[in-house]
């Protein structure tokens, strides 16, 4: 059993940054391929960034490439989201995710997620 504990989220004003916090229990990194996804008001979730066991990371959205950084601390058990010049249209309740892969995350089929924590942008 995998448990995600998200944390990190508030409200800030555009083009400020924050950094979302996941800690890992249950089980390493070694065993699962590890997710960012978001959910705006009103819309779907959709997957926003991602990294496999060895390390590789992968981003999901257009609009968070080169705003956006995923990363581990393999130590700490904990994978975060550095989100940089942050925008309105950021503003979702975050959910960190593991799974078998990437690929298969993507396409819905997550095994384990967070409760997730809200980021508001404030323009």
Do not use: H
Not at 52 to 68: A, I
Not at 70 to 75: C, Y
Not at 106 to 121: E, M, Q, S
Request: aromatic share 10%.
């Amino acid at each position: 059993q995998v448990q995600l504990a998200e944390s990190g989220g508030g409200l800030v004003q555009a083009g400020d940054s924050l950094r979302l916090s996941c800690v890992v229990s249950g089980r390493t990194f070694r065993f699962n391929d590890m997710g960012w996804f978001r959910q705006a008001p009103g819309k779907g979730r959709e997957f926003v960034a991602g990294m496999v066991r060895n390390g590789d990371t992968t981003y999901g959205l257009e609009s968070v490439k080169g705003r956006f950084t995923i990363s581990r601390e393999i130590a700490k058990n904990t994978l975060y989201l550095q989100m940089d010049n942050l925008k309105p249209e950021d503003t979702a309740v975050y959910y960190c995710a593991a799974g078998s892969s990437i690929k298969v995350m993507k396409a819905g089929r997550v095994d384990y997620w967070g409760k997730g924590t809200l980021v508001t942008v404030a323009s």
